[in-house]
């Protein structure tokens, strides 16, 4: 992710936005709709992927092992007894970007392709990117967690709620 990404940013989440609009309920945390958001978030991890090292340059390949993309997604989903210890979107976010990021399951561009997907995760539950962003910090905590310097799931989520909004807030 370099600072030579931002100008397309905005016109390519709202591409991404009108491409991936799955009927997918993600408020919703039964089993048959938590796998479907593991689905289409990992496809759309593959789609981001794909679609960043084309727009944006680096090395075009496969995903490094198969079912690493699921994996790292479903990692945001898992419960235990029941209980989902990652409930807020913020946190299944943060879990999103930083188990992509981290866990390079792609070739290369995982820091854009985590990061978008982190992204597009609050979109679907009401959160936008807000405006005149600083790619500058965004590419250098990106850059953070990448590298470990940045594991803990509260500071990702609070970065994460602080580059969003409420899309309902915007209308207002």
């Given at each position: 992710?370099?600072?030579?990404d931002?100008?397309?940013l905005?016109?390519?989440?709202?591409?991404?936005?009108?491409?991936?609009?799955?009927?997918?309920?993600?408020?919703?945390?039964?089993?048959?709709?938590?796998?479907?958001?593991?689905?289409?978030?990992?496809?759309a991890?593959?789609?981001?992927?794909?679609?960043?090292?084309?727009?944006?340059?680096?090395?075009?390949?496969?995903?490094?092992?198969e079912?690493?993309?699921?994996?790292?997604?479903?990692?945001?989903?898992?419960?235990?007894?029941?209980?989902?210890?990652?409930?807020?979107?913020f946190?299944?976010?943060?879990?999103?970007?930083?188990?992509?990021?981290?866990?390079?399951?792609?070739?290369?561009a995982?820091?854009?392709t985590?990061?978008?997907?982190?992204?597009?995760?609050?979109?679907?539950?009401g959160?936008?990117?807000r405006?005149?962003?600083?790619?500058?910090?965004?590419?250098s905590?990106?850059?953070?967690?990448?590298?470990?310097?940045?594991?803990?799931?509260?500071?990702?989520?609070?970065?994460?709620?602080?580059?969003?909004?409420s899309?309902?807030?915007?209308?207002?």
């Amino acid at each position: 992710m370099t600072e030579r990404d931002n100008p397309a940013l905005t016109s390519l989440l709202a591409r991404l936005r009108w491409q991936l609009a799955e009927p997918v309920d993600f408020t919703r945390t039964d089993p048959e709709t938590t796998v479907a958001k593991v689905r289409l978030l990992s496809a759309a991890a593959v789609y981001f992927n794909v679609l960043v090292v084309t727009e944006f340059g680096g090395r075009p390949g496969p995903v490094r092992q198969e079912g690493l993309v699921e994996q790292v997604v479903a990692a945001a989903f898992q419960t235990f007894q029941g209980a989902d210890p990652h409930p807020p979107p913020f946190d299944k976010a943060a879990m999103l970007l930083r188990g992509i990021t981290q866990g390079h399951p792609f070739t290369d561009a995982n820091k854009r392709t985590g990061f978008l997907v982190a992204i597009y995760s609050l979109d679907r539950v009401g959160f936008v990117l807000r405006p005149n962003l600083s790619p500058t910090e965004i590419i250098s905590f990106c850059r953070r967690v990448s590298a470990g310097e940045v594991r803990d799931l509260q500071t990702i989520a609070a970065a994460l709620k602080a580059w969003t909004e409420s899309e309902t807030a915007e209308t207002l």
